[in-house]
T-cell receptor, first 117, second 114 residues
Framework: AQTVTQSQPEMSVQEAETVTLSCTYD???????LFWYKQPPSRQMILVIRQEAYKQQNATENRFSVNFQKAAKSFSLKISDSQLGDAAMYFC??????????????FGKGITLSVRP | KAGVTQTPRYLIKTRGQQVTLSCSPI?????VSWYQQTPGQGLQFLFEYFSETQRNKGNFPGRFSGRQFSNSRSEMNVSTLELGDSALYLC?????????????FGQGTRLTVV
């Protein structure tokens, strides 16, 4: 079974600064996706960024980028130029993508990010 | 395109009762997954339905069940409610193929068992 670990329960960052959220995972599969989801107080889970395991290039979406280290099974999220609206809970998630894969997501425990004005 | 709709948004039930939650996926999506979110356990996968068939199931007791209709709408039912069933229940929809790259979530149903 796959597991996802987010060891930091809380983090804080100054507005306009950069913060990195950590995530490690364990799997014996070679084909999979990794995701970062954001959950603001409204509870709506919003996809921030995704990474396909077969791609060596790290994914980037505007101010959000990842550092994907497949051998180390590490998948960290970097938020640049932090904004007040980035304050939320962030979840790292894993999904199989090989033949016969289904839509099940395995989540980490999440990290609460606060942004100081 | 309308997003994933979950109803009701809030529910208060008494221990021992049963409850049914509803999820309408994005039009054209055939897979609906359900998750339970609690402060202690985080987000846990309940089950997934695809084309009216349960495709995957998490480690929850048989009191938790679900179904999917021909229009892809899904319901989950919890019977004999326990205090520990108090949680946010989220559903997510995807087209359902192995190449799905994003799950779209509803806003959840907050269930309180008293």
């Amino acid at each position: 079974a796959q597991t996802v670990t987010q060891s930091q329960p809380e983090m804080s960052v100054q507005e306009a600064e950069t913060v990195t959220l950590s995530c490690t995972y364990d799997t014996s599969e070679s084909d999979y996706y990794l995701f970062w989801y954001k959950q603001p107080p409204s509870r709506q889970m919003i996809l921030v960024i995704r990474q396909e395991a077969y791609k060596q290039q790290n994914a980037t979406e505007n101010r959000f980028s990842v550092n994907f280290q497949k051998a180390a099974k590490s998948f960290s999220l970097k938020i640049s130029d932090s904004q007040l609206g980035d304050a939320a809970m962030y979840f790292c998630a894993y999904r199989s993508s090989g033949a016969g894969a289904n839509s099940k997501l395995t989540f980490g425990k999440g990290i609460t990010l606060s942004v100081r004005p | 395109k309308a997003g994933v709709t979950q109803t009701p948004r809030y529910l208060i039930k008494t221990r021992g009762q049963q409850v049914t939650l509803s999820c309408s996926p994005i039009s054209g999506h055939r897979s609906v997954s359900w998750y339970q979110q609690t402060p202690g356990q985080g987000l846990q996968f309940l089950f997934e339905y695809f084309s009216e068939t349960q495709r995957n199931k998490g480690n929850f007791p048989g009191r938790f069940s679900g179904r999917q209709f021909s229009n892809s709408r899904s319901e989950m039912n919890v019977s004999t409610l326990e205090l520990g069933d108090s949680a946010l229940y989220l559903c997510a929809s995807t087209p359902g193929g192995a190449g799905d790259t994003e799950a779209f979530f509803g806003q959840g149903t907050r269930l309180t068992v008293v």
